[in-house]
């Protein structure tokens, strides 16, 4: 009886679980080979996704400063142009992905808080001392060398493509993204460049990598003539005798180390009135006089406000991801979709 049951066992294995056994790996293998037709709508579904659909804020009102005509653009064609002349194309893909979501959300800002305002009809222009910079494709590509023109546009379009619909937001709110090229190592605190109260997320932290670039140290040297002149332009009465030790004196830093307020003779101003009578950099400065020149040291490069750009490109080279370099630059944010807004 025993040995029947066996013999049984054996054909029940021999008839049915072996064939079923081989059918299920030509199964696998047919499927490594031609994948099924629903992976590849997986795939599709997944690539689809990527491509964020605006319901809110899809497009921007462009001014052109030179043109003085206002053009209508999806927002982030309108972002190839911004990151494109914002940044360099050779930074760090996770640089220029953080440039394009703190371009996105700059430009949010303006829309939600009238921006429109100093434009007429536009909601933004493309001067980058007004708003910021943008920059036609065909005139980005003509600037240029012709064997990296199609990667570089390349690699913008991607970045703003792989961060579509992405923002800034603290407490809910698009945040006023403010940055920067370079901020020699600590930015600053919003209310020292342009006073009024301090905003939350945009307090002074440091960064390292930025001494590794050109934006890092520059010089400005001027003749004592040529520096009374520049600011006899705004202050008339202004005397300075280079003979007396205090002719010029910083006196107050701020907590960055940025020159708050500077004298000149017998005149005080700020670092930052300073900075842009004198066309430094920045208001990291330090001075010696040279025989007849003052000559100004200057370290960093742009007001030293949220992001700096050669900071993320250093933070993406040692690993950060585009979020990672945001949420350094700017304190306490979440990066949202727009459409998540209230
Ligand atoms: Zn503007």
Redesign the pocket.
Known sequence: MKKYLMYLLFFIIIIFVLPALCTKKQIEATVKENPPENIEIGQEEQQEAKTYDYSKYGTIKL?H?KTKETEELPIDEYLYGVVSAEMPANYEMEALKAQAIVSRTYTLY?IINN?SN??GD?Q????ST???AWISKQDRLDKWEEDVRESNWDKITKAVNETSGKIITYNGNPIDSFFHSNSGGVTETVSNVWGGADLPYLKSVETSGESDYSQYSSEVSLSKQELTNKLKEKYKDISIDFDKDDSIKILENTESGRVKTIKFGNVEIAGTEARSILGLKSTNFTFKIDGDNVVFSVIGYGHGVGMSQTGADSMAKSGSTCEDIIKHFYTGVDVVFVNDLK
């Open positions: 001014y400063s303006q921006g100093k434009h536009a933004i222009c493309d001067d007004c708003c910021q």
